[in-house]
């Protein structure tokens, strides 16, 4: 259970970091208050993006894994 968690919070911190950067500069472009845009653009990412993967990481893996079986079928 304590790597499923894990896991999440890693997957969910990365993909909101990313996405949040890539969003903000597409929204709003670069310029001096860039940064502060995309680091709370990214708290509110983070905070949604994170509880998500924890919870949906182990039903997604769930399913590769079915897939992956009937493929090698």
Do not use: C, E, H
């Amino acid at each position: 259970m304590l790597i499923k968690i894990i896991t999440g919070l890693i997957i969910g911190t990365g993909m909101s970091f990313i996405m949040s950067g890539i969003i903000t500069i597409v929204n709003t472009g670069i310029d001096a208050g860039y940064l502060s845009r995309w680091m709370k653009a990214w708290v509110i990412a983070w905070s949604i993006a994170t509880p998500i993967a924890i919870i949906i990481g182990p039903i997604a893996q769930k399913y590769a894994t079915n897939i992956a079986d009937y493929i090698k079928k």
